[in-house]
Protein backbone atom coordinates (compact mmCIF):
# COMPACT_ATOMS: atom_id res chain seq x y z
CA UNK A 1 0.00 0.00 0.00
CA UNK A 2 2.82 2.23 0.85
CA UNK A 3 4.53 2.03 -2.63
CA UNK A 4 0.95 2.74 -4.53
CA UNK A 5 0.86 5.77 -2.46
CA UNK A 6 3.90 6.77 -3.27
CA UNK A 7 3.40 6.04 -6.74
CA UNK A 8 0.36 8.43 -6.78
CA UNK A 9 1.80 11.21 -4.77
CA UNK A 10 5.08 11.09 -7.36
CA UNK A 11 2.76 11.40 -10.66
CA UNK A 12 1.00 14.35 -8.67
CA UNK A 13 4.51 16.25 -8.61
CA UNK A 14 5.07 15.80 -12.21
CA UNK A 15 1.55 16.98 -13.43
CA UNK A 16 1.85 20.02 -11.43
CA UNK A 17 5.04 20.59 -12.81
CA UNK A 18 3.70 20.36 -16.17
CA UNK A 19 0.61 22.83 -15.18
CA UNK A 20 3.23 25.35 -13.50
CA UNK A 21 5.14 25.63 -17.20
CA UNK A 22 2.43 25.94 -19.90
CA UNK A 23 0.98 28.66 -16.99
CA UNK A 24 4.25 30.12 -16.96
CA UNK A 25 4.61 30.49 -21.13
CA UNK A 26 1.23 30.73 -22.15
CA UNK A 27 1.70 27.56 -24.81
CA UNK A 28 -0.24 24.92 -25.81
CA UNK A 29 1.53 22.51 -27.32
CA UNK A 30 -1.31 20.52 -28.16
CA UNK A 31 -3.58 23.72 -29.79
CA UNK A 32 -2.35 24.66 -33.47
CA UNK A 33 -2.31 28.21 -34.30
CA UNK A 34 -3.67 27.82 -37.45
CA UNK A 35 -6.38 30.58 -37.20
CA UNK A 36 -3.91 33.54 -36.08
CA UNK A 37 -2.05 32.37 -39.42
CA UNK A 38 -5.30 33.08 -41.25
CA UNK A 39 -5.48 36.52 -39.97
CA UNK A 40 -2.25 37.84 -40.62
CA UNK A 41 -2.07 36.88 -44.23
CA UNK A 42 -5.84 38.03 -44.46
CA UNK A 43 -4.93 41.49 -43.26
CA UNK A 44 -1.37 41.77 -45.03
CA UNK A 45 -2.50 40.83 -48.74
CA UNK A 46 -4.10 44.14 -49.49
CA UNK A 47 -1.00 46.55 -48.59
CA UNK A 48 1.77 44.43 -50.33
CA UNK A 49 -0.81 44.94 -53.69
CA UNK A 50 -0.87 48.69 -53.49
CA UNK A 51 3.45 48.80 -52.66
CA UNK A 52 3.88 46.85 -55.69
CA UNK A 53 1.95 49.12 -57.82
CA UNK A 54 3.72 52.13 -56.65
CA UNK A 55 6.88 50.53 -57.20
CA UNK A 56 6.40 49.18 -60.64
CA UNK A 57 4.91 53.14 -61.55
CA UNK A 58 8.33 54.43 -60.15
CA UNK A 59 10.51 52.32 -61.94
CA UNK A 60 9.05 53.27 -65.14
CA UNK A 61 9.36 57.21 -64.37
CA UNK A 62 13.17 56.42 -63.69
CA UNK A 63 13.46 54.35 -66.82
CA UNK A 64 11.96 56.98 -68.75
CA UNK A 65 14.52 59.97 -67.83
CA UNK A 66 17.18 57.92 -68.01
CA UNK A 67 16.28 56.95 -71.90
CA UNK A 68 15.71 60.70 -72.22
CA UNK A 69 18.42 61.74 -71.07
CA UNK A 70 20.48 58.76 -72.64
CA UNK A 71 18.90 61.35 -75.75
CA UNK A 72 20.07 63.80 -75.22
CA UNK A 73 23.62 63.09 -74.83
CA UNK A 74 23.69 60.99 -78.04
CA UNK A 75 21.83 64.41 -79.30
CA UNK A 76 24.65 66.53 -77.75
CA UNK A 77 27.47 64.06 -78.96
CA UNK A 78 25.93 64.55 -82.89
CA UNK A 79 25.61 67.90 -82.49
CA UNK A 80 29.69 68.12 -81.57
CA UNK A 81 30.26 65.90 -84.36
CA UNK A 82 28.99 68.39 -86.65
CA UNK A 83 30.24 71.20 -85.24
CA UNK A 84 33.53 69.85 -85.54
CA UNK A 85 32.82 68.49 -89.64
CA UNK A 86 32.32 72.35 -90.21
CA UNK A 87 35.40 73.68 -89.01
CA UNK A 88 37.23 70.87 -90.50
CA UNK A 89 35.51 71.85 -93.61
CA UNK A 90 36.30 75.29 -93.49
CA UNK A 91 39.94 74.46 -92.16
CA UNK A 92 40.08 72.48 -95.84
CA UNK A 93 38.67 75.75 -97.89
CA UNK A 94 41.00 78.04 -96.32
CA UNK A 95 43.81 75.81 -97.20
CA UNK A 96 43.42 75.22 -101.01
CA UNK A 97 42.79 79.03 -100.79
CA UNK A 98 47.06 79.75 -100.63
CA UNK A 99 48.11 78.62 -102.85
CA UNK A 100 44.91 79.00 -105.06
CA UNK A 101 43.39 75.84 -106.22
CA UNK A 102 39.85 76.17 -107.52
CA UNK A 103 38.93 72.26 -107.90
CA UNK A 104 39.79 71.71 -104.25
CA UNK A 105 38.21 75.19 -102.78
CA UNK A 106 34.54 74.02 -104.79
CA UNK A 107 35.03 70.66 -103.35
CA UNK A 108 35.73 72.28 -99.74
CA UNK A 109 32.68 74.87 -100.44
CA UNK A 110 30.26 72.24 -101.35
CA UNK A 111 31.39 69.90 -98.18
CA UNK A 112 31.00 73.28 -95.70
CA UNK A 113 27.52 73.54 -97.07
CA UNK A 114 26.31 69.91 -96.92
CA UNK A 115 27.99 69.92 -93.08
CA UNK A 116 25.79 73.10 -92.35
CA UNK A 117 22.81 71.62 -93.62
CA UNK A 118 23.31 68.52 -91.48
CA UNK A 119 23.66 71.53 -88.38
CA UNK A 120 20.84 73.08 -89.35
CA UNK A 121 18.65 69.81 -89.51
CA UNK A 122 20.06 69.23 -86.08
CA UNK A 123 18.66 72.21 -85.24
CA UNK A 124 15.38 71.49 -86.51
CA UNK A 125 14.82 68.24 -84.97
CA UNK A 126 15.81 69.96 -81.83
CA UNK A 127 13.47 72.64 -81.60
CA UNK A 128 10.73 70.15 -83.24
CA UNK A 129 11.58 67.60 -80.18
CA UNK A 130 12.01 65.40 -82.47
CA UNK A 131 14.74 63.73 -80.79
CA UNK A 132 13.78 59.61 -80.49
CA UNK A 133 16.40 57.25 -80.75
CA UNK A 134 16.46 53.42 -80.73
CA UNK A 135 19.83 52.88 -79.76
CA UNK A 136 21.28 56.05 -78.39
CA UNK A 137 24.33 54.56 -76.37
CA UNK A 138 25.16 53.65 -79.85
CA UNK A 139 24.49 56.64 -81.62
CA UNK A 140 26.55 58.57 -79.24
CA UNK A 141 29.62 56.45 -79.76
CA UNK A 142 29.36 56.44 -83.45
CA UNK A 143 29.08 60.87 -83.01
CA UNK A 144 32.24 60.66 -80.60
CA UNK A 145 34.24 58.65 -83.04
CA UNK A 146 32.99 60.75 -85.66
CA UNK A 147 34.08 63.80 -83.89
CA UNK A 148 37.61 62.55 -83.25
CA UNK A 149 38.32 61.92 -86.97
CA UNK A 150 37.11 65.52 -87.75
CA UNK A 151 39.49 66.54 -85.28
CA UNK A 152 42.44 64.50 -86.67
CA UNK A 153 41.35 65.61 -90.08
CA UNK A 154 41.60 69.52 -89.02
CA UNK A 155 44.98 68.94 -86.93
CA UNK A 156 46.43 66.86 -91.13
CA UNK A 157 45.19 70.38 -92.75
CA UNK A 158 46.68 72.76 -89.70
CA UNK A 159 49.97 70.43 -90.37
CA UNK A 160 50.01 71.13 -94.27
CA UNK A 161 49.42 74.60 -93.57
CA UNK A 162 51.90 74.85 -91.45
CA UNK A 163 54.33 72.57 -93.62
CA UNK A 164 53.25 74.68 -96.83
CA UNK A 165 54.11 77.86 -94.83
CA UNK A 166 57.59 77.37 -93.60
CA UNK A 167 58.68 76.35 -97.61
CA UNK A 168 57.42 79.75 -98.20
CA UNK A 169 59.04 81.29 -95.70
CA UNK A 170 62.28 79.31 -96.81
CA UNK A 171 61.87 80.80 -100.25
CA UNK A 172 61.55 84.20 -98.98
CA UNK A 173 64.80 83.64 -97.09
CA UNK A 174 66.48 82.14 -99.80
CA UNK A 175 65.44 85.59 -101.81
CA UNK A 176 66.27 87.87 -98.88
CA UNK A 177 69.85 86.36 -98.45
CA UNK A 178 70.15 86.64 -102.22
CA UNK A 179 69.27 91.04 -102.28
CA UNK A 180 71.16 90.70 -99.21
CA UNK A 181 74.45 89.81 -101.35
CA UNK A 182 73.32 92.29 -103.65
CA UNK A 183 73.06 94.82 -101.25
CA UNK A 184 76.97 94.17 -100.04
CA UNK A 185 78.01 93.97 -103.52
CA UNK A 186 76.62 97.04 -104.54
CA UNK A 187 77.69 98.49 -101.03
CA UNK A 188 81.40 97.54 -101.49
CA UNK A 189 81.03 99.39 -105.14
CA UNK A 190 80.07 102.24 -103.30
CA UNK A 191 82.91 101.98 -100.81
CA UNK A 192 85.64 102.12 -103.72
CA UNK A 193 84.12 105.25 -105.01
CA UNK A 194 84.16 106.75 -101.69
CA UNK A 195 87.51 105.38 -101.10
CA UNK A 196 88.94 106.62 -104.17
CA UNK A 197 87.35 110.30 -103.86
CA UNK A 198 89.43 110.75 -100.48
CA UNK A 199 88.43 108.27 -98.06
CA UNK A 200 91.75 107.82 -94.90
CA UNK A 201 92.12 104.24 -95.39
CA UNK A 202 92.14 104.16 -99.32
CA UNK A 203 95.43 102.36 -100.93
CA UNK A 204 95.36 105.29 -103.45
CA UNK A 205 94.80 108.58 -101.00
CA UNK A 206 97.67 106.62 -98.44
CA UNK A 207 100.31 108.28 -100.34
CA UNK A 208 98.58 111.57 -98.87
CA UNK A 209 98.93 110.85 -95.57
CA UNK A 210 103.12 111.06 -95.48
CA UNK A 211 104.43 113.05 -92.35
CA UNK A 212 106.72 115.28 -94.67
CA UNK A 213 103.85 116.68 -96.93
CA UNK A 214 100.96 117.46 -94.68
CA UNK A 215 98.39 120.18 -95.77
CA UNK A 216 95.30 121.91 -94.41
CA UNK A 217 93.57 119.48 -96.83
CA UNK A 218 94.50 116.63 -94.72
CA UNK A 219 93.11 118.36 -91.56
CA UNK A 220 89.56 119.29 -93.76
CA UNK A 221 89.38 115.93 -94.47
CA UNK A 222 89.46 114.48 -91.06
CA UNK A 223 86.90 117.94 -90.07
CA UNK A 224 84.87 116.57 -92.56
CA UNK A 225 84.41 113.10 -91.10
CA UNK A 226 84.29 114.67 -87.09
CA UNK A 227 81.60 116.79 -88.31
CA UNK A 228 79.63 113.82 -89.97
CA UNK A 229 79.85 111.66 -86.94
CA UNK A 230 78.97 114.37 -84.69
CA UNK A 231 75.67 114.67 -86.71
CA UNK A 232 75.31 111.16 -86.50
CA UNK A 233 75.27 111.36 -82.61
CA UNK A 234 73.21 114.12 -82.31
CA UNK A 235 70.45 111.98 -84.56
CA UNK A 236 70.66 109.19 -82.87
CA UNK A 237 70.57 111.23 -79.39
CA UNK A 238 67.38 113.23 -80.39
CA UNK A 239 65.95 109.88 -81.41
CA UNK A 240 66.39 108.55 -78.28
CA UNK A 241 64.50 111.64 -76.35
CA UNK A 242 61.54 111.56 -78.73
CA UNK A 243 61.40 107.69 -77.43
CA UNK A 244 61.86 109.14 -73.92
CA UNK A 245 59.29 111.60 -74.31
CA UNK A 246 61.66 114.49 -74.26
CA UNK A 247 60.40 118.34 -74.81
CA UNK A 248 63.29 118.74 -77.96
CA UNK A 249 62.53 122.40 -77.66
CA UNK A 250 62.66 122.86 -74.24
CA UNK A 251 66.07 120.69 -74.21
CA UNK A 252 67.41 123.02 -77.22
CA UNK A 253 66.37 126.11 -75.39
CA UNK A 254 68.27 125.07 -72.26
CA UNK A 255 71.28 124.65 -74.45
CA UNK A 256 70.43 127.40 -76.35
CA UNK A 257 68.14 129.95 -75.16
CA UNK A 258 66.42 132.52 -76.58
CA UNK A 259 66.78 131.41 -80.23
CA UNK A 260 64.18 132.15 -82.39
CA UNK A 261 65.00 129.04 -85.10
CA UNK A 262 64.15 129.67 -88.94
CA UNK A 263 62.56 126.21 -88.88
CA UNK A 264 61.62 123.84 -86.17
CA UNK A 265 63.71 121.12 -87.91
CA UNK A 266 67.14 123.56 -86.78
CA UNK A 267 66.87 122.62 -83.38
CA UNK A 268 69.11 119.90 -83.99
CA UNK A 269 71.74 122.73 -84.28
CA UNK A 270 71.33 123.57 -80.65
CA UNK A 271 72.36 119.90 -79.81
CA UNK A 272 75.63 120.19 -82.28
CA UNK A 273 76.67 123.18 -80.53
CA UNK A 274 76.57 121.02 -77.50
CA UNK A 275 78.15 118.06 -78.23
CA UNK A 276 80.82 120.30 -80.53
CA UNK A 277 81.71 121.98 -77.30
CA UNK A 278 82.04 119.57 -74.81
CA UNK A 279 84.18 117.26 -77.51
CA UNK A 280 86.67 120.19 -78.10
CA UNK A 281 87.08 121.43 -74.98
CA UNK A 282 90.64 121.67 -74.31
CA UNK A 283 91.55 121.12 -78.02
CA UNK A 284 94.52 123.69 -77.53
CA UNK A 285 96.15 121.77 -75.22
CA UNK A 286 98.61 118.96 -75.85
CA UNK A 287 97.39 116.74 -73.25
CA UNK A 288 93.88 117.25 -74.31
CA UNK A 289 93.17 118.12 -70.90
CA UNK A 290 93.10 114.32 -69.76
CA UNK A 291 93.84 113.99 -66.38
CA UNK A 292 97.43 112.20 -65.47
CA UNK A 293 98.86 112.62 -68.66
CA UNK A 294 101.60 115.05 -70.03
CA UNK A 295 102.31 115.03 -73.61
CA UNK A 296 103.86 118.61 -72.81
CA UNK A 297 107.19 117.09 -74.26
CA UNK A 298 105.88 115.27 -77.02
CA UNK A 299 106.72 115.37 -80.82
CA UNK A 300 104.85 115.91 -84.02
CA UNK A 301 105.84 112.66 -84.99
CA UNK A 302 105.07 111.29 -81.77
CA UNK A 303 101.81 112.85 -82.65
CA UNK A 304 101.59 111.81 -86.02
CA UNK A 305 102.30 108.25 -85.34
CA UNK A 306 99.35 108.01 -82.97
CA UNK A 307 97.43 109.12 -85.66
CA UNK A 308 98.78 106.73 -87.85
CA UNK A 309 97.76 104.15 -85.60
CA UNK A 310 94.25 104.69 -84.75
CA UNK A 311 93.30 105.74 -88.04
CA UNK A 312 92.65 102.72 -89.87
CA UNK A 313 90.70 101.06 -86.70
CA UNK A 314 87.67 100.93 -84.96
CA UNK A 315 87.66 102.90 -82.21
CA UNK A 316 86.13 99.79 -80.33
CA UNK A 317 88.71 97.66 -82.01
CA UNK A 318 91.69 99.70 -80.48
CA UNK A 319 90.47 100.71 -76.63
CA UNK A 320 89.87 96.92 -76.44
CA UNK A 321 93.53 96.18 -77.88
CA UNK A 322 94.84 99.11 -75.64
CA UNK A 323 92.44 100.02 -72.85
CA UNK A 324 94.55 101.74 -70.54
CA UNK A 325 95.66 104.06 -73.46
CA UNK A 326 95.42 107.46 -73.32
CA UNK A 327 92.69 107.82 -75.98
CA UNK A 328 90.84 105.06 -73.78
CA UNK A 329 91.08 107.31 -71.16
CA UNK A 330 90.30 110.48 -73.57
CA UNK A 331 86.93 108.73 -73.82
CA UNK A 332 86.25 107.98 -70.43
CA UNK A 333 86.67 111.53 -69.41
CA UNK A 334 84.50 113.24 -72.35
CA UNK A 335 81.58 110.38 -72.08
CA UNK A 336 81.47 111.27 -68.80
CA UNK A 337 81.02 115.61 -69.42
CA UNK A 338 78.88 114.82 -72.49
CA UNK A 339 76.65 112.83 -70.72
CA UNK A 340 74.83 114.19 -67.34
CA UNK A 341 73.72 111.11 -65.66
CA UNK A 342 70.21 112.31 -65.16
CA UNK A 343 70.36 111.94 -69.15
CA UNK A 344 71.20 109.12 -68.68
CA UNK A 345 68.74 108.01 -66.25
CA UNK A 346 65.93 109.52 -68.43
CA UNK A 347 67.01 108.22 -71.83
CA UNK A 348 68.06 104.42 -70.41
CA UNK A 349 66.55 103.90 -67.60
CA UNK A 350 69.79 103.52 -65.43
CA UNK A 351 73.22 104.38 -65.39
CA UNK A 352 74.98 101.30 -66.06
CA UNK A 353 76.57 102.75 -68.97
CA UNK A 354 78.38 105.26 -66.44
CA UNK A 355 78.78 102.77 -64.15
CA UNK A 356 80.53 100.57 -66.66
CA UNK A 357 82.96 103.93 -67.99
CA UNK A 358 83.68 105.22 -63.96
CA UNK A 359 84.79 101.47 -63.97
CA UNK A 360 87.57 101.80 -66.98
CA UNK A 361 85.41 99.65 -68.99
CA UNK A 362 83.24 99.79 -72.11
CA UNK A 363 79.80 99.36 -72.45
CA UNK A 364 78.71 97.04 -75.70
CA UNK A 365 75.68 99.78 -76.55
CA UNK A 366 74.84 101.40 -80.16
CA UNK A 367 74.83 104.88 -78.38
CA UNK A 368 78.46 103.83 -76.41
CA UNK A 369 79.54 102.97 -80.73
CA UNK A 370 77.82 106.07 -81.60
CA UNK A 371 79.94 108.17 -78.94
CA UNK A 372 82.87 106.69 -79.68
CA UNK A 373 83.20 107.16 -83.55
CA UNK A 374 83.21 110.72 -81.86
CA UNK A 375 85.82 110.36 -80.00
CA UNK A 376 87.58 108.71 -82.79
CA UNK A 377 87.41 111.25 -85.43
CA UNK A 378 87.96 114.28 -82.51
CA UNK A 379 90.97 112.51 -81.10
CA UNK A 380 92.57 111.66 -84.55
CA UNK A 381 91.62 115.95 -85.31
CA UNK A 382 93.95 116.70 -82.48
CA UNK A 383 96.77 114.09 -83.09
CA UNK A 384 96.55 115.81 -87.03
CA UNK A 385 96.51 119.36 -85.58
CA UNK A 386 99.82 119.00 -83.26
CA UNK A 387 101.71 117.03 -86.12
CA UNK A 388 101.71 120.63 -87.99
CA UNK A 389 104.40 122.74 -87.25
CA UNK A 390 105.41 125.11 -85.95
CA UNK A 391 102.52 125.63 -83.26
CA UNK A 392 100.00 122.70 -85.20
CA UNK A 393 96.61 123.77 -86.02
CA UNK A 394 94.74 125.72 -83.17
CA UNK A 395 90.91 126.46 -82.53
CA UNK A 396 88.88 129.41 -82.70
CA UNK A 397 85.24 130.40 -81.03
CA UNK A 398 82.87 133.33 -81.76
CA UNK A 399 80.71 134.50 -79.17
CA UNK A 400 76.93 135.41 -79.83
CA UNK A 401 75.92 138.29 -81.21
CA UNK A 402 79.07 138.32 -83.22
CA UNK A 403 78.71 139.99 -86.95
CA UNK A 404 78.64 137.60 -89.60
CA UNK A 405 82.00 137.37 -91.25
CA UNK A 406 82.14 135.07 -94.86
CA UNK A 407 86.04 135.41 -93.93
CA UNK A 408 85.84 133.23 -90.22
CA UNK A 409 82.11 131.87 -90.63
CA UNK A 410 80.12 129.41 -92.44
CA UNK A 411 75.97 129.77 -92.01
CA UNK A 412 74.27 126.57 -91.68
CA UNK A 413 71.12 128.48 -92.56
CA UNK A 414 71.55 130.13 -95.67
CA UNK A 415 68.17 131.15 -95.59
CA UNK A 416 69.79 134.08 -93.56
CA UNK A 417 71.18 135.85 -96.00
CA UNK A 418 67.62 136.85 -97.29
CA UNK A 419 67.22 139.18 -95.50
CA UNK A 420 69.21 142.40 -96.69
CA UNK A 421 67.74 145.38 -94.00
CA UNK A 422 70.23 144.13 -91.10
CA UNK A 423 73.18 142.44 -91.23
CA UNK A 424 72.96 138.90 -89.65
CA UNK A 425 74.10 138.00 -86.27
CA UNK A 426 75.48 134.87 -84.91
CA UNK A 427 72.85 133.15 -82.63
CA UNK A 428 75.75 130.34 -81.42
CA UNK A 429 78.48 128.83 -82.63
CA UNK A 430 77.65 124.93 -84.01
CA UNK A 431 81.30 123.73 -84.60
CA UNK A 432 84.78 125.86 -84.13
CA UNK A 433 86.83 126.78 -86.66
CA UNK A 434 90.80 126.29 -87.23
CA UNK A 435 93.45 128.18 -88.20
CA UNK A 436 96.11 125.33 -90.14
CA UNK A 437 99.39 127.64 -90.16
CA UNK A 438 98.02 131.01 -92.20
CA UNK A 439 94.85 128.97 -93.65
CA UNK A 440 91.64 129.70 -91.67
CA UNK A 441 89.14 127.05 -91.66
CA UNK A 442 85.62 128.69 -91.13
CA UNK A 443 83.46 127.71 -87.96
CA UNK A 444 79.72 127.34 -88.44
CA UNK A 445 77.32 129.71 -87.04
CA UNK A 446 73.67 129.69 -87.00
CA UNK A 447 72.91 133.28 -88.22
CA UNK A 448 69.19 135.23 -86.80
Known amino acids: MDSVKQNKSRLAR ?10 ATGVDKFQKPKSKTREKVKHDAPIDESHQRVFFNEFNEEDE ?16 AAISSVKAAYAELQYFQLPYDPDGIQSADQTLVSELKSLSELKQSFLKKHLDDFSPETTQLSAEVQEQKNLIKTYEITRKKLISQSKLKDSEIIFLKEKLEEIRRENKIIEKRLNSSGSLSSSSSREKWNFSSLSPTNFLVVLKQTNKSVRSLVKFMTSEMESANWDLDAAANSIQPDVVYWDTTHICYAFESFVCKQMFDGFNLREFAIPGDSQSEKTREFFFDKFMELKSLKAREYITWKPTSVFAEFCRCKYLKLVHPKM ?10 RNLVNARKFPETAFFDSFLEVAKWVWLLHCLAFSFSPDGATVFQVPKGSRFSEVFMDSVNEVAYVSPERSPEVAFMVVPGFKVGKTV ?6 LI
Open 14 to 23: TFAKVMHIRA
Open 65 to 80: KLQKRAVMDAFIAKLF
Open 344 to 353: EASLFGNLNQ
Open 441 to 446: IQCQVY
